[in-house]
Each structure stands twice: as C-alpha cells, then as structure tokens.
C-alpha cells in the first residue's frame, strides 16, 4: 500500500547556482564542517500574481488541514533553488530548497543517474499537494554531494517516476527539504520516519550541531543575495547577539519552524502572545485577521485590488510607527522602510510605479487558529535567522540591513 501526507510548500526563497567554501565550526569536535551555500531571491513569474493570495492560501491550508498544508510548490512567489549531487561521480540536480517540507526527491525533469552508491531500498514514496500535482516514485538510498569536505551517505532520494513532476518547471528536478523529521512519516510505504539531510550530517558526524543559518541582503534590486550556512551560522553576518526562543508547543505551528511572539505597532498591542511560524518560503508577515484589522486602522492603509496589498500615501507613510516583534523576551524592530514593498519592484506586483504598498497583510483567520502570524522573506531580510534542531530553537539577530532604507 502506498502511503501519502500532504505535505507544506513553504517553500524557502530561491537559491541560485550553488557556490559552497568550507568553513571553520563554531564548535569543537572530530572535524566538523560547515557549508555555506550561496543565496539568490527571485521571484516566480509564473506563479500566483497576487502574492497575498499566495502566502494566504499556504497558511489556510495549514490549519484546515490541521497541521498538513497542501499547496502546490508551483505557486510559490519566491523560489529558492540550489544545486546538489547525487551518486559517485556525482551528477548535479538544480532543486526547490524547503523548510516546510522534510523529503529529498528528484526526477522532475532530469533523469536519475544510478552509479555503484545508488541502492534501490524498493519502497515507493509519495508527497500529495493541494492541486494534485503531487509525486510519486521509488526510493533510493544514494550519496549527496554539497562539496568536498561536506558529504553524505546513504541519503533518502526520491526518484520521481515519468510524469510525476509535482508541476515544477524551468529545469528545477525536486526538492532538497530541510524541515522536521516528523513530515517523512507516512511519505515512503515503509511507513517510518527518514532521516532528513539535515538528520544525516549530523548523524554522519560531518557537522558538529543540526543548525542551519539563515542570510538575506534586501530585495530592492530585484535579485538579492544571501547565504545559507549548514551546520552553524556564519557570524560575519550579524551585529550583536543572538536572541533564541525554544519552538513552539503551539499546534499546528509546532508542526514546522513555529515560535511564539507578540507584536506591537509603535506603543500599541496588535497580536498578543500567541504562536505562528518562521518561513523562508512566505513573502510577507501574514497576521490574524483581528491583528490586521488594527493594523490597517493604525497606519490608514487602504486595501488595493490589484496588489491585494494596503497602500498609503506618502503622508501616511511619514508617520508610520516601527512595528515590534517580541520573541522570547527580546524586542525585534521592523522600521517604517521595512514595511513597505520595495518600491522599484511595483511593478513585478502590478502595482503603480509611485505606490507606496505595505508588507504586513491578513492570514483570514482571526486569533487562536494555531497559526496566528507568519514571518516570512521580508522580515528575514532583516534579521539573521537560525534555525536549531538539536536544541529545538529558533534564533535572530540585527544585520547590517536591519535598518536600511532601500525601499
């Protein structure tokens, strides 16, 4: 019997051709390695126009589903590719990197290369998304390649079968997921748990602790660029300290990266203590429908049909407070500029080249539906992410770019 879970397209934002160097590890023990893997945000043209509708639907998914989000990774606004190897020699596959999911797959549009490391486990797999582009196919168990110190054995690969593709295109082949272990179950016919990438390295002793960092420089150009540091967090990249918060025991946010926070806008309460989740893969910071409501009144937003953003005048915008995220005790300021679209990019949204559109929209539940506010991409730009599996915690810190006025 062949067993699915549907499975989140949270999906992280787009990676581009990998560029990894070998880095020193933050810890001690044999000789751990770290991998930083070169970022690049593009956003998908292809994909839903609308991206509150997009961010929208990812979320509603999550807690109608109840836990178990069904949206197609083809409609996801900003993609995040890399390029990993498989086998010994190694053929490289360009794929979707994804927190919200857990399973490594290829074979969407790049034939599988078997070579003397390619072990056949003759289990099935299946991952089902919300439009039925899912994918289905064998599991092999082969070796991964990141670079020459950063490699791992014996990894779960999916092979997708012909036509299964799960509506990927533009020569992406599947999907390297880096999201908790407990989204495999139910995803191979053997009904278990697989050990994920991350599980693996560390596993494998090749990285000192299952942590993974997360950069971003601001979009505003159009391309951006980042990194992805697995096995660590590269500490070049942030000012001052790290501000950790344990993941959340919230349901269903408990599911992914999930943490608990409070938001304020200037001196006033919009989103009480409540639990949501870190995304790389959402555009914008989606709050419940009540936190929204006041926000919108707060700042005179007006809601815009075309973009299905709020858009404010340059009046208003000269009196936009600072919103305040609070998580784990610590007090994360996003600045007036960090709110509003860049403006260069209007017209990727189809918005007017002279608009003045904010980033913070509504999730269509009101509080207390177990995913209450999503952090995504426009608020990673401007704080360092890590995300801490062997400590089972979520942490941020101030960038060069936490308070930039790019946009």
């Given at each position: 019997?062949?067993?699915?879970?549907?499975?989140?397209?949270?999906?992280?934002?787009?990676?581009?051709?990998?560029?990894?160097?070998?880095?020193?590890?933050?810890?001690?023990?044999?000789?751990?390695?770290?991998?930083?893997?070169?970022?690049?945000?593009?956003?998908?043209?292809?994909?839903?126009?609308?991206?509150?509708?997009?961010?929208?639907?990812?979320?509603?998914?999550?807690?109608?589903?109840?836990?178990?989000?069904?949206?197609?990774?083809?409609?996801?606004?900003?993609?995040?590719?890399?390029?990993?190897?498989?086998?010994?020699?190694?053929?490289?596959?360009?794929?979707?990197?994804?927190?919200?999911?857990?399973?490594?797959?290829?074979?969407?549009?790049?034939?599988?290369?078997?070579?003397?490391?390619?072990?056949?486990?003759?289990?099935?797999?299946?991952?089902?998304?919300?439009?039925?582009?899912?994918?289905?196919?064998?599991?092999?168990?082969?070796?991964?390649?990141?670079?020459?110190?950063?490699?791992?054995?014996?990894?779960?690969?999916?092979?997708?079968?012909?036509?299964?593709?799960?509506?990927?295109?533009?020569?992406?082949?599947?999907?390297?997921?880096?999201?908790?272990?407990?989204?495999?179950?139910?995803?191979?016919?053997?009904?278990?748990?697989?050990?994920?990438?991350?599980?693996?390295?560390?596993?494998?002793?090749?990285?000192?602790?299952?942590?993974?960092?997360?950069?971003?420089?601001?979009?505003?150009?159009?391309?951006?660029?980042?990194?992805?540091?697995?096995?660590?967090?590269?500490?070049?990249?942030?000012?001052?300290?790290?501000?950790?918060?344990?993941?959340?025991?919230?349901?269903?946010?408990?599911?992914?990266?999930?943490?608990?926070?409070?938001?304020?806008?200037?001196?006033?309460?919009?989103?009480?203590?409540?639990?949501?989740?870190?995304?790389?893969?959402?555009?914008?910071?989606?709050?419940?429908?009540?936190?929204?409501?006041?926000?919108?009144?707060?700042?005179?937003?007006?809601?815009?049909?075309?973009?299905?953003?709020?858009?404010?005048?340059?009046?208003?915008?000269?009196?936009?407070?600072?919103?305040?995220?609070?998580?784990?005790?610590?007090?994360?300021?996003?600045?007036?500029?960090?709110?509003?679209?860049?403006?260069?990019?209007?017209?990727?949204?189809?918005?007017?080249?002279?608009?003045?559109?904010?980033?913070?929209?509504?999730?269509?539940?009101?509080?207390?539906?177990?995913?209450?506010?999503?952090?995504?991409?426009?608020?990673?730009?401007?704080f360092y992410s890590v995300f801490d599996t062997t400590?089972?915690?979520?942490?941020?810190?101030?960038?060069?770019?936490?308070?930039?006025?790019?946009?």
């Open positions: 019997m062949l067993f699915s879970r549907s499975l989140s397209s949270l999906l992280l934002p787009a990676l581009a051709f990998l560029s990894l160097s070998a880095r020193a590890s933050l810890h001690s023990r044999t000789i751990p390695t770290t991998a930083a893997l070169k970022l690049s945000v593009k956003i998908n043209s292809s994909g839903i126009k609308n991206i509150v509708a997009a961010d929208r639907a990812r979320v509603q998914a999550l807690i109608k589903n109840g836990g178990n989000p069904s949206i197609s990774v083809a409609n996801a606004q900003l993609l995040c590719t890399t390029e990993i190897g498989i086998g010994t020699p190694p053929t490289y596959h360009k794929l979707l990197v994804d927190t919200g999911s857990s399973n490594t797959w290829i074979g969407a549009n790049q034939s599988y290369v078997k070579t003397t490391t390619s072990k056949d486990t003759g289990s099935q797999f299946s991952v089902t998304y919300g439009d039925s582009n899912g994918v289905v196919g064998e599991e092999y168990l082969d070796t991964v390649t990141f670079n020459s110190d950063l490699v791992i054995e014996s990894q779960s690969i999916g092979v997708a079968s012909a036509g299964s593709n799960a509506g990927l295109t533009g020569g992406i082949d599947g999907i390297l997921g880096i999201g908790p272990v407990d989204l495999t179950l139910g995803t191979s016919s053997n009904d278990v748990e697989i050990p994920t990438v991350m599980d693996n390295l560390y596993q494998q002793k090749t990285i000192s602790s299952e942590v993974f960092g997360v950069f971003f420089s601001p979009a505003s150009a159009g391309d951006t660029t980042g990194e992805l540091t697995l096995g660590g967090y590269d500490a070049s990249k942030i000012t001052g300290n790290i501000g950790y918060v344990p993941t959340t025991s919230g349901s269903y946010a408990n599911q992914y990266w999930g943490i608990d926070q409070s938001i304020s806008y200037g001196k006033t309460s919009i989103l009480s203590k409540t639990s949501g989740i870190v995304d790389t893969g959402t555009t914008l910071i989606m709050i419940a429908t009540d936190a929204f409501n006041k926000y919108k009144a707060a700042t005179g937003g007006v809601y815009d049909d075309v973009t299905g953003l709020l858009q404010i005048s340059s009046d208003q915008y000269d009196k936009l407070s600072s919103l305040y995220f609070t998580i784990g005790g610590v007090s994360y300021e996003l600045t007036p500029n960090a709110q509003i679209w860049p403006r260069s990019l209007n017209s990727v949204i189809s918005g007017s080249t002279s608009g003045i559109y904010l980033i913070v929209s509504d999730t269509g539940s009101n509080s207390g539906s177990g995913v209450d506010f999503t952090n995504g991409y426009v608020f990673l730009e401007r400590k089972s915690r979520v942490g941020f810190a101030k960038t060069k770019y936490t308070y930039v006025t790019s946009n």
